[in-house]
Nanobody
Framework: QVQLVESGGGLVQAGGSLRLSCAIS????????MGWFRQAPGKEREFVSG????????TYGDSVKGRFTISRDTAKKLVLLQMSSLKPDDTAVYYC????????????????WGQGTQVTVSS
């Protein structure tokens, strides 16, 4: 059973930076995909970024390209999301998620989720 715990959220001014961490417990396999999603009040959960566990291949949602960077530390079993040039529109609860295979950008393909961490960007 995979368990995910996010940390690093908080309040930041527009233009600032935050780094989110996702600690993974339980088995990790080379075919896993890891992702970050976010959900703002009244909106659907949306894909932010993803990374393959084995090769470290990355993907990004259009709204965060060039501002966010995802990475993973396989030894420490961490997935990191470095967020820069933050905007008020980035305000949301950010979730770490794990797909056993082929996660991509679809919420429904991820079987394991963390509890979320709040990110608030003030203008």
């Amino acid at each position: 059973q995979v368990q995910l715990v996010e940390s690093g959220g908080g309040l930041v001014q527009a233009g600032g930076s935050l780094r989110l961490s996702c600690a993974i417990s339980g088995p990790t396999f080379s075919w896993y995909d890891m992702g970050w999603f976010r959900q703002a009040p009244g909106k659907e959960r949306e894909f932010v970024s993803g990374i393959t566990w084995s090769a470290g291949s990355t993907t990004y949602g259009d709204s965060v390209k060039g501002r966010f960077t995802i990475s993973r530390d396989t030894a420490k079993k961490l997935v990191l999301l470095q967020m820069s040039s933050l905007k008020p529109d980035d305000t949301a609860v950010y979730y770490c998620a794990c797909a056993s295979r082929g996660g991509g950008t679809a919420v429904g393909r991820y079987a394991y989720w963390g509890q979320g961490t709040q990110v608030t960007v003030s203008s």
